[in-house]
């Protein structure tokens, strides 16, 4: 595809019975996508009731997920976004992916890949995907995490980010402390972020809890700090929790203090 074309992105509707239709079409229509790329919506809308999916809806999405990324791979489309799924439906019509991100791996013929999730001004990649909580602790391995942390490096330095601050997030609660309430922070990931330093000059020492990242990224512009270590590590939720903190902080100011510095 020459690079002279306008870039053009194809957008899968996920599953019809869900948010995915409706988003896309409300995207669409906001003017806030770039007017230098066109975008081409992919997927069938079989009969349904909203926020009742069913294997019909379930394989239309699969099969729309199929067509974008045979586009891509013939040079059609210069990437793909996709509308969420019902894994469980999905599952049920036959998809032997555990998500999205792994279908479109073996689709490339991808063998080093990680989810990863951008937003503001924190990067988040995780090195466990797609299983139960009670599942982490043994699938956390220190290879995985270093090889997970290289990988983020070098996709934020193909983003323009010279030299990437990275930080590495513990297993468990306040990291382990010490060891006290886990030792997966010292087995495991210890050991993987001494070797991640060898490779990352900007790396983070020890691990930290993984609540504090967004709080941390956000005092500090340039530092897009990394989860590598468990799947449920939501930097939005971690942003509400911290602003929650500051409006109870506030609360606290003296009344007269309050009226004086806090006006609506």
């Given at each position: ?29 906001s ?30 999405a ?14 059609e489309?210069?990437?793909i ?36 999730l ?45 030299s ?24 495991i ?22 609540h ?7 005092r ?20 509400r ?12 100011v003296?009344?007269?203090e ?7």
């Open positions: 595809m020459s690079t002279s074309q306008r870039p053009r992105i194809g957008i899968t509707l996920g599953d019809c019975a869900g948010i995915g239709p409706e988003i896309v079409d409300l995207a669409l229509k003017k806030r996508v770039p007017d230098s790329a066109d975008y081409i919506v992919i997927g069938g809308q079989p009969d349904c009731k909203p926020g009742g999916p069913t294997i019909e809806t379930a394989r239309a699969a099969a729309a997920l199929e067509e974008a990324v045979t586009r891509a791979r013939r040079g489309l210069h990437a976004v996709t509308a969420p799924v019902h894994k469980a439906r999905m599952y049920e019509a036959g998809f032997k992916f555990p998500g999205q991100t792994e279908f479109f791996a073996e689709r490339c013929g991808v063998k080093n890949f990680a989810m990863c951008t937003g503001g001004k924190i990067t988040v990649a995780l090195v466990t995907t797609h299983i139960s909580l009670s599942e982490v602790p043994r699938a956390l391995k220190q290879n995985e995490i270093v090889r997970v942390g290289l990988l983020l490096a070098d996709f934020l330095r193909r983003r323009g980010t010279k990437p601050r990275i930080a590495v997030a513990g297993l468990n609660p306040h990291a382990g402390e010490s060891g006290r309430i886990g030792r997966e922070e010292i087995q990931i210890a050991p993987a972020v001494a070797e991640l330093k060898s490779e990352i000059r900007n790396l983070l020492w020890p691990s930290f809890p993984g504090t990242l967004s709080s941390r990224s956000r500090r512009i340039r530092r897009r700090p990394l989860h590598v270590s468990r799947p449920g590590f939501d930097p939005a939720q971690a942003a929790i911290s602003r929650r903190r500051e409006r109870d902080t506030r609360s606290a003296p009344a007269h309050s009226r004086s510095r806090h006006r609506v």
